[in-house]
């Protein structure tokens, strides 16, 4: 049984990540308007197109993260815990691509000078904290008693489960590219190493789209039952497009 007084959150937690994510997006869109602007590469492993997307995909994953994790009736320091690192990872992911793209060097795949390497095992690090974090809270997804909206319980579940396949995603391209840095043929990592991307970006924001709209039919008059229905059709057919998605890019990038 849960101790209710034990799940209480802590909104400063939860501040503090709504903040950071706020702070993530604005520094996508500055990038963005300097892509727009300056003329800057939008390719290669020195675009500014990387600060850009993190900056938008990391603000975005994280408001996500604490928003859905509100849901979740999780022990007070769990929450405070798995938040808290989430919102640290995230900063440091995108902090770090950031200040490589201002030096005017690759920000992943990059051990060309000992602070490069340095880098990229900063990036390395906080993508392996983001897998367990997010592990974490799939496991938590499914113990833990979710608030009981209609259908927010499958839309949290599948949601979790999905961004666990851009966790694993990003794992490969990373693990890749870094075989291919250490054989010597850093060219082909900048090339090929991105070359899940699409399967990372359909899998990333299931955590949003379908709590979101298992939120947005609770405000509806229709049935409880009716809700459940279409969240579980939405569920579904998301898992399926992420399944097509991912099943295509394998198939392109083996040829």
């Known amino acids: 049984m849960v101790n209710v007084s034990a ?3 802590d909104k400063r937690i939860e501040q503090v990540g709504y903040l950071t994510g706020v702070l993530l997006l604005a520094s996508g869109l500055l990038h963005l308007a300097i892509l727009l602007t300056s003329g800057r590469s939008w390719e290669g492993p020195l675009s500014w197109r990387k600060p850009m997307t993190f900056g938008l995909s990391f603000g975005l994953t994280l408001i996500t993260i604490v928003w859905v994790a509100s849901f979740m009736r999780l022990r007070a320091r769990t929450r405070t815990i ?27 795949f990059n051990v060309e000078t000992p602070f490069d390497a340095w880098v990229t095992r900063g990036l390395a690090g906080g993508g392996v904290a983001l897998v367990i974090l997010v592990v974490t809270l799939t ?10 909206l209609p259908g927010m319980t499958v ?10 396949g851009a966790m694993a995603t990003g794992a490969i391209m990373i ?10 043929d850093a060219a082909a990592a900048y090339t090929t190493g991105g070359a899940l991307k699409p399967t990372h970006a359909v899998t990333m924001h299931a955590i949003l789209v379908l709590p979101a709209l298992a939120w947005l039919l609770s405000r509806t008059s229709w049935s409880e039952e009716r809700q459940r229905k279409y969240i579980r059709v939405a569920s579904a057919g998301y898992a399926l497009l992420a399944v097509i998605v991912a099943v295509a890019n394998i198939a392109v990038t083996s040829r």
């Open 7 to 9: 799940t209480i959150p």
């Open 82 to 108: 798995v938040l808290g690192a989430f919102t640290a990872a995230a900063a440091l992911e995108t902090a770090l691509i950031t200040m490589q793209t201002w030096r005017g060097v690759p920000s992943h």
């Open 139 to 148: 496991i938590a997804a499914f113990r833990a008693p979710i608030d009981p």
């Open 155 to 164: 839309a949290i579940r599948t949601g979790f489960l999905i961004l666990c």
């Open 175 to 184: 693990a890749r590219g870094m075989m291919l840095v250490f054989e010597g």
